[in-house]
């Protein structure tokens, strides 16, 4: 269906699928993309996705995606949509099944001139500090008044027991958690699931990369965000595990059957959704924002680890080694917020599908501490390729709901690139560029070979062209951990 899907060019980054192209659409749809990225979707059935996330009742303007675009489960990733309060749905296929996954950058007072002498100890720190693979798990369950405060505190239980600072929650979205999380959504499965994942990377195109900043592009904001070249900082890519999975899996099931005992078929049952104000749909938003502030919790225990890693390779206190939070940024969420649409200013549900927020300098949401410059916007390449720090555009609520791509966006599938790279040839090319890969399978290097994935420098030319983001710094890999 994705190639018989005709595009509209507007501009020199926007394509619509307009109105009448695909049954059912109640709105167009928006691509933002470049001829050559539009090359990688061809036969990628995400075009019919994203046509089929214009059918949704409610949806406010437009379906969009973002040039990352691929396929995903109900949404493809890459997809953004806003819903009218009263009209609208909520769909946990348009958030994801790893809920608030997301990117953490840490910033250190080091250079590659202090790491790079000792980067393989480093690495083999990090990956014995911080578990990886399928199924990761560190240390006793969680009991259950434990993982309740996690869900209903997020990343601020970690800090109240001492893992971490009170400077590290202020430059975190939501603050590290998420109000209206209600921890007896959880089902005792996904209990089960994330007690023992907590400050695990798991697997998949999760990562822990030690990187330096090769280059600067906005000498004011880069000191706003603490950037200096030269500079290492590390950068890591996780979710809610196990339990977020499980979260997923427990709503989108209950709202299917709901839906076909009511008689409703959507165009994808993938999409099973529910109205805003009922009750199915108010249970996994406060399931969700509890999966979100484990997740958010998760990244804070990795941040424990990193800097116990780092202590042990220079022998010096974290503190003093001044490893501290840049910004962390969630991927698959649905939030409330206001937006200018084009009925005019009101409060929607944006569903964020691998994509981020992108706000500008002056809104509520974006920590004091960059209030007056913009959000960060933090978007990873591969392991084999540069990763950039960018910062939110006014642009971007007018033309995205605030949104921006969330990473280079697959090209291949994990089971076509395991087919196509070796992982001798893969982790032999990364070493004699200088990067050194610690990883915890095979699969997990070939599955996520820099090949596999877009171009990540088209893809951030296209989010800076489209006025979804403007380029900050560029951080390029030394060391990476892999699931």
Same mark, same amino acid.
């Given at each position: 269906m994705a190639a018989a899907l005709p595009l509209v060019?507007?501009?020199?980054?926007?394509?619509?699928?307009?109105?009448?192209?695909?049954?059912?659409?109640?709105?167009?749809?928006?691509?933002?993309?470049?001829?050559?990225?539009?090359?990688e979707v061809a036969h990628d059935p995400a075009l019919g996705q994203l046509a089929h996330v214009a059918t949704l009742p409610g949806i406010v303007d437009r379906a969009l995606a973002m040039p990352?675009?691929?396929?995903?489960?109900?949404?493809?990733?890459?997809?953004?949509?806003a819903f009218d309060l009263s009209e609208g749905i909520v769909s946990p296929g348009g958030i994801g099944y790893d809920i608030n996954c997301g990117v953490r950058l840490l910033r250190t007072g080091l250079t590659e001139a202090h790491v790079r002498p000792k980067l393989a100890e480093l690495v083999e720190q990090l990956y014995r500090a911080v578990p990886s693979g399928v199924g990761s798990r560190v240390g006793p369950a969680l009991g259950t008044s434990d993982m309740d405060e996690v869900l209903a505190k997020g990343a601020r239980?970690?800090?109240?027991?001492?893992?971490?600072t009170p400077e590290d929650l202020v430059v975190q979205e939501e603050n590290g958690c998420m109000s209206g999380a209600d921890?007896?959504?959880?089902?005792?499965?996904?209990?089960?699931?994330?007690?023992?994942?907590?400050?695990?990377?798991?697997?998949?195109?999760?990562?822990?990369?030690?990187q330096k900043v090769e280059h600067i592009f906005d000498p004011a904001r880069a000191e706003a965000f603490g950037l200096t070249e030269g500079q290492v900082v590390v950068m890591l890519h996780t979710g809610s595990r196990g339990l977020g999975h499980q979260?997923?899996?427990?709503?989108?099931?209950?709202?299917?059957?709901e839906l076909r005992q009511q008689g409703i078929t959507l165009v994808d049952r993938q999409l099973c959704c529910a109205p805003i104000p009922s009750e199915g749909a108010q249970e996994y938003l406060a399931a969700m924002a509890a999966a979100a502030n484990f997740a958010w919790a998760n990244r804070q225990a990795i941040t424990t680890g990193v800097r116990r890693a780092f202590e042990g390779t220079f022998g010096r206190p974290a503190a003093e080694l001044a490893i501290e939070v840049v910004y962390d940024i969630a991927h698959n969420m649905a939030k409330f917020e206001e937006h200018a649409t084009e009925a005019? !200013?009101?409060?929607?549900? %944006?569903? +964020?599908?691998?994509?981020?927020r992108s706000f500008p300098a002056g809104r509520e949401e974006v920590p004091e501490a960059y209030r007056s410059s913009g959000q960060p916007v933090l978007i990873p390449g591969d392991m084999g390729t540069a990763s950039y720090v960018l910062v939110g555009l006014p642009t971007s609520m007018t033309r995205s709901f605030g949104s921006s791509?969330?990473?280079?966006?697959?090209?291949?599938?994990?089971?076509?690139a395991a087919r196509t790279f070796r992982f001798d040839d893969v982790t032999r090319t990364l070493r004699e560029r200088g990067i050194m890969v610690r990883s915890s399978s095979r699969e997990g290097v070939t599955e996520e070979a820099?090949?596999?994935? !877009?171009?990540?420098?088209? %893809?951030? +030319?296209?989010?800076?062209?489209?006025?979804?983001?403007?380029?900050?710094?560029?951080?390029?890999?030394?060391?990476?951990?892999?699931g």
């Open positions: 060019p507007r501009d020199e980054f926007t394509y619509d699928i307009e109105v009448d192209v695909a049954r059912g659409m109640r709105v167009p749809a928006r691509l933002f993309s470049s001829p050559s990225l539009l090359g990352d675009i691929h396929f995903g489960y109900g949404f493809p990733v890459g997809g953004v949509a239980w970690l800090v109240e027991r001492g893992s971490g921890p007896h959504r959880i089902s005792p499965e996904a209990r089960k699931r994330g007690s023992r994942q907590l400050g695990t990377l798991g697997s998949g195109n999760h990562f822990l990369e030690v979260v997923a899996t427990d709503h989108i099931q209950k709202m299917d059957h005019g !200013k009101r409060r929607v549900l %944006v569903h +964020r599908k691998g994509a981020t791509c969330h990473g280079a966006g697959r090209r291949l599938s994990r089971s076509a820099p090949g596999a994935y !877009k171009d990540i420098e088209e %893809v951030v +030319r296209v989010a800076e062209g489209a006025g979804l983001t403007r380029r900050v710094a560029r951080l390029a890999p030394m060391g990476v951990v892999k």
